[in-house]
C-alpha cells in the first residue's frame, strides 16, 4: 500500500492576517485616546507664535528689536529674547496672515515629529523582528502624547526644528564622516544657543572636525545677521543674552531644569549662585563622560540623549517645551529591555530586562501626564515645602537625573544600533 503523504508541519506561529489585525486595533486605541489629552490639558492658542510674529511686525516697522514686549498674567512681561539670526528667519512670517503662519509651523512641526520618530523606531523595530509601520504606528500617537509635544504644537514653539537638525547631523552626517557633519548641529546653535551643548559633545567624543565645522556655521550664521542687523546683534550678545528675566520666571513649575528647582526653593528670593554652578557642572561632567562612553560603544542614540538629558538640567531656563530628550531616552529603555539576556546572566538578565521595561512605562506616564498641562500653580511666588509638592513640581528635573544615571549603553556587538560605521572600528566598551 502507499504510504501515507506526510502531514505539514505544525506552526506555532499566529496567523498573520490576525496580528496585523490586533497590531492595527492597538495603534488605533492609542492614536484614538491622544485627542483627548489635548482637550483636557490647558489650550495655549500658538501664544508664543503669536509674540513672535507680533515682535517681527514691531522690527519691521524699524522699532530696536530687543525693545518689544508684552504683558504676561504669569511673567510679568514676555519680550523677543532668541538671537538675531533667529530674527531674520521669523521675519518673512510677519508679511503673512498670522492664521497661515499657524498653519504652516504646525504642519512642519508635525512633519518633523514623523521624520524623527520613524529615524528612532525603525531599527528597533528591525532589530527585534517587528513592522516598522507597527513600531511607527505605536510610537506616534505616544510622541504626540507627551506633553513637550503637546506644548511645542499648542505654544507654536520651534523646538522640534531644532530636534531635526540635531539628530540629521548626530544620526546620519557625523557617523557617515560627511563633509556637511555639524553643519545642522551649528544652525540650531545659531538659533537657539542651548545646542551648542552638542557641539561640547562633539569635543568629548573626539569628532574634531565635526565640532570645528559646527562652531563655524554657528559663527557664520551669527556674523551673518550682524552684517544685516548690527545694532540689534550687537545689543544681543553684550546686554539682552545675559538678562535672564527676559525669559520668564525661573521658579514657575514650567521651568524643569536645576536652576528651577533650586528657585522653588527660595522664591521670591533667588538661590545661592555658586551652589547652582557647582551642581551644573558636576551633572554637566557626569552626563557628558557618560555621552562619550556611549559613543564610543557605537550607540550614537543614548549618547545624543544623554547630552539632551544634561541640557536640559544645566540650562538657567528649561520650558517644558524644551524637554523632547525624554523621548529618545524611552526608545532606548524599550530596546535593552526587549533585547534577549545574556544566558550567561540567567535570572538577573530577565530582572534587568523586566526592570529597563518598567521604567520606560514609568517615564513615559511621567512625560504624558507631564508637570503644568493638568495642574494650575497658580501666578503668585509659591515655594515647594511639601515632599508631595517637590516631587510634582521636579518631575523631570528628577527623572532626568535618574536618567543620566541608569540610561543604558547598548553595546554595537550585540546586535543594537551603531548610528555610527566608524564606531565599528574603535575598542568596545561595556558596562
Known sequence: MPADPPAPPASNQDDPGGRTARQLIVVVLVAAAVPLLYLAGTPHHFYDLKIYMSAMRWWAEGNPLYDYVQADLLQGELYFTYPPFTALLLRPFAALHINVTIFLFTALTILALLVTTWWLVSSVADRHGVSRWFAAGLAVPLVFAVE????????????????????ADLLFAVPRNSRWAGVGIGLATA?????????????VTRRWRAALVSSVTAAGATLLAAAIAPGDSWRFWTHELWLTDRVGRPDYTGNQSLFGLLNRFTTPERPNQALWLA????V????????????????????LTLTGLVAV?????TWTHHAYWFIPAVVVLVDAGLRS?????????????????FLAALVTAVIVYGVVSYYDWGRAFDRTDTPGEFLLRNLYVLVALLLLVVLPIRHASSGVPAASEAAKHEPSIRQ
Open 279 to 282: 551642581l551644573a557642572v558636576a
Open 341 to 357: 539576556p545574556d544566558p550567561v546572566s540567567g535570572a538577573a538578565g530577565r530582572r534587568r530586562s523586566v526592570a529597563l521595561l
Open 313 to 317: 538640567l544645566v540650562s538657567p531656563i
Open 148 to 167: 513637550s509635544t503637546r506644548e511645542t504644537i499648542g505654544f507654536g514653539q520651534i523646538n522640534m526644528l531644532l530636534v531635526v537638525l540635531v539628530l
Open 191 to 203: 538659533l537657539k544657543l542651548y545646542p551648542g551643548i552638542f557641539i561640547v559633545y562633539l569635543l
Open 284 to 303: 554637566a561632567a557626569y552626563g557628558l563622560w557618560r555621552a562619550a562612553r556611549a559613543a564610543r560603544a557605537g550607540d550614537e542614540v543614548a549618547g
